[in-house]
Nanobody, 114 residues
């Protein structure tokens, strides 16, 4: 499985962005897909996850602001980010887990600044 993340950019505080993670190949039988982020000088942290059955979970720092979703027909997982804060600034990565195999996308930069 290959992943291609896109949709990052510069946005003002309080603004919104939607990230996309395009999946090459079938999304069927995925255990789950996730978004992570890594800010400068910090470790990569988990942001959100969507399981094969559709259940979602979020880090406390983004709960009620971010929404993860998927579109099987478009082979894409999304991260809708609302009410963005400067502390959301990071490189965002998508990850897919299928069986014992994990795959990462290349990352997309999100900068929240006035």
């Amino acid at each position: 499985v290959q992943l291609q993340a896109s949709g990052g950019g510069l946005v003002q505080p309080g603004g919104s962005l939607r990230l996309s993670c395009a999946v090459s190949g079938s999304m069927g039988n995925m255990n789950h897909m996730s978004w992570y982020r890594q800010a400068p000088g910090k470790e990569r942290e988990w942001v959100a996850r969507i399981y094969g059955g559709g259940t979602t979970s979020y880090a406390d720092s983004v709960k009620d602001r971010f929404t993860i979703s998927r579109n099987y027909a478009r082979h894409t997982v999304y991260l809708q980010m609302n009410s963005l804060k400067p502390e959301d600034t990071a490189v965002y990565y998508c990850k897919a887990v299928k069986g014992v195999t994990s795959s990462w996308g290349q990352g997309t930069q999100v900068t929240v600044s006035s």
